[in-house]
């Protein structure tokens, strides 16, 4: 993100050296093409994962108690040779989490379809971006995503979750990874 800040920058200030008023429409489209590549080519350098985990120091597990908070801390991973920043805003706009209990689709809660009717496609004006640096190969905690803003109380059962995760309005081409959780009585 900082290189395409900076890219952008110097495109600007290019502009403003240049003493136009303007870009020309194949100068601007170049432009905006080379920032579009380098924010691609980062994105493809990150790696996205998560682990259950619960209560309030958010220890991993595997089981939790009906009534139990299932949390997920979202990791990513920048598997690249530079540091790459990213911003996250939304867990609506970013994630789209697949849940099964015992083998069926859990649909999502209706105060998650009303957020994703809102934000599926961008974020809600006034939403907080976080920016996080990745330095190369080390897993970082970007994010904690909470069951219960997406889904109705979980009852007894063995869950499957995976997740597909963006930072712009392209999804990340590699899907996480599958998690398996139970909840007991």
Do not use: C
């Not at 303007?22 to 682990?51: D, P």
Request: charge should be neutral; charged fraction near 20%.
């Amino acid at each position: 993100m900082r290189n395409i800040l900076a890219l952008m920058i110097v495109v600007l200030l290019g502009v403003a050296a240049s003493g136009q008023g303007g870009v020309k429409g194949t100068q601007l489209e170049r432009q905006n093409a080379a920032i579009e590549q380098e924010q691609e080519r980062q994105e493809q350098s990150i790696r996205v994962t998560f682990i259950p985990a619960a209560g309030s120091v958010l220890k991993p597990k595997q089981q939790f108690k009906v009534g139990e908070g299932v949390n997920l801390l979202v990791t990513m991973t920048n598997t690249g040779t530079e540091h790459v920043s990213v911003a996250t805003t939304s867990q609506y706009f970013e994630h789209r989490l697949h849940l099964t209990k015992d083998g069926q689709a859990q649909p999502y809660s209706k105060k998650a379809n009303d957020h994703l009717q809102v934000e599926g496609d961008s974020p809600s004006i006034g939403v907080r971006v976080i920016e996080t640096d990745l330095p190369p190969d080390q897993p970082t905690i970007v994010t904690v995503i909470h069951l219960s803003d997406w889904y109705a109380p979980l009852a007894p059962g063995k869950y499957e979750l995976t997740m597909q995760h963006r930072l712009t309005k392209k999804w990340l081409p590699q899907g996480s990874d599958t998690v398996k959780f139970e909840i007991v009585p």
